[in-house]
């Protein structure tokens, strides 16, 4: 049962990781999932550099790296989870489990503070998996 929750949060974080992945490459071309409701602010983000890049950037260059960044980090705790699913005799679940628990929190904490309901219920649903599996690991 164990393995199993591990893999099932590892595989609903894998989902919103590679969705936004595709998204963000799909934005590259033709932006409309991840990009501003006014196309003037997309346009102004392409004119206005980055303070901190000296102006070798703009910031949508930074926001498609940012969201490229942030899938990347979502698909590392996913393939961690499923990596953990798969070799639970042989892990010290006494850290991962935690640690899969707590990074699902803080995502969480960013869901509800600054996302949108979807990836909100997503990682809710993968960080309970998470911490089903630590308290089960317990007993």
């Not at 929190?105 to 649903?125: H, K, M, N, T």
Request: with cysteine; glycine share 10%; hydrophobic share 60%.
């Amino acid at each position: 049962m164990i393995a199993t929750l591990l893999i099932l949060g590892g595989t609903v974080f894998g989902v919103l990781g590679a969705l936004h992945a595709v998204y963000t490459l799909l934005d590259l071309h033709n932006p409309r999932r991840l990009a501003p409701v006014d196309p003037s602010v997309a346009h102004a983000m392409a004119n206005s550099a980055l303070r901190l890049s000296g102006g070798r950037t703009d910031m949508w260059r930074a926001w498609i790296g940012f969201n490229f960044s942030h899938s990347l980090g979502v698909l590392m705790v996913a393939g961690l989870a499923l990596w953990a699913g798969f070799r639970i005799k042989m892990l010290p679940v006494g850290i991962i489990m935690p640690a899969l628990t707590l990074i699902g929190c803080v995502y969480e904490v960013l869901a509800l503070l600054y996302w949108f309901r979807i990836p909100a219920i997503g990682v809710a649903i993968g960080t309970g998996c998470f911490a089903a599996a630590w308290v089960l690991s317990l007993r």
